[in-house]
């Protein structure tokens, strides 16, 4: 069993900074692909940014050049730089787990992001 704790949401203007955080318990973090996912209000649930266990990156067309997605093995965690904040950029950021290999898949509980002045 892996648990997933998202943490670094808040309210931020347009055009700010923040940084997610994703930590995980569990044992063998280096042997999961990792992403955070978005859901807005009405909206359905989409990818924003994944990385694998290889440390190759993959975002949204919608964030590319924004946002940046990285891990630390050691730390057992995955972070989610988001500069250049716009409001449409709202929204409930969860962190996924896929293990690379047994196709489990773990989900945080969410952090809201508010981009708003």
């Known amino acids: 069993q892996v648990q997933l704790v998202e943490s670094g949401g808040g309210l931020v203007q347009p055009g700010g900074s923040l940084r997610l955080s994703c930590a995980t318990s569990?044992?063998?973090?280096?042997?999961?692909?990792m992403g955070w996912y978005r859901q807005a209000p009405g909206k359905k649930r989409e990818l924003v940014a994944s990385?694998?266990?290889?440390?190759?990156?993959n975002y949204a067309d919608s964030v590319k050049g924004r946002f940046t997605i990285s891990r630390d093995n050691a730390k057992n965690t995955v972070y989610l730089q988001m500069n250049s904040l716009k409001p449409e950029d709202t929204a409930v950021y969860y962190c996924?787990?896929?293990?690379?290999?047994?196709?489990?898949?773990?989900w945080g509980q969410g952090t809201q992001v508010t981009v708003s002045s």
């Open positions: 990385i694998t266990t290889g440390s190759l990156t």
């Open positions: 569990g044992r063998s973090f280096s042997a999961y692909n």
């Open positions: 996924r787990a896929d293990h690379h290999v047994l196709k489990i898949s773990y």
